[in-house]
């Protein structure tokens, strides 16, 4: 069974130029975390408020890279929530700091289990 949060829009530090960690830049979070049995009540299942939160805190730290945020974010769900047998993440940077881009901006996809 899968459960996930798709779209959540946050403002982080994650960039490779120092300019664009001081300003922050804009990333679109999708994820999904299979879990280990289907859940028969919340304390089986993954708190969403919690993941969130993952998401929320890690993206306030500095990264030079989206691969570092991903992995951080999946490894601190997969420790906090012993029900999660594995995560994926794809996370979307619409805007780059190329001059004249035009596209759909960077896109990273990266999973983890036990």
């Not at 993954?46 to 929320?56: A, L, S």
């Amino acid at each position: 069974m899968h459960i996930g949060l798709e779209g959540i829009t946050l403002q982080a530090k994650t960039a490779y130029f120092e300019w664009e960690r001081k300003l922050g830049v804009q990333l679109i979070i999708d994820l999904r975390i299979t879990l280990s049995n289907i859940p028969h009540s919340l304390s089986d299942s993954i708190d969403y408020v919690n993941v969130h939160h993952i998401m929320k805190e890690e993206s306030k730290k500095e990264y030079h890279l989206l691969e570092e945020l991903s992995q951080v974010i999946i490894q601190r769900i997969l420790e906090e929530n012993p029900q999660a047998k594995s995560v994926y993440i794809k996370i979307r940077k619409p805007f780059l700091p190329i001059a004249n881009y035009q596209g759909n901006g960077s896109v990273i996809e990266y999973s983890e289990s036990r």
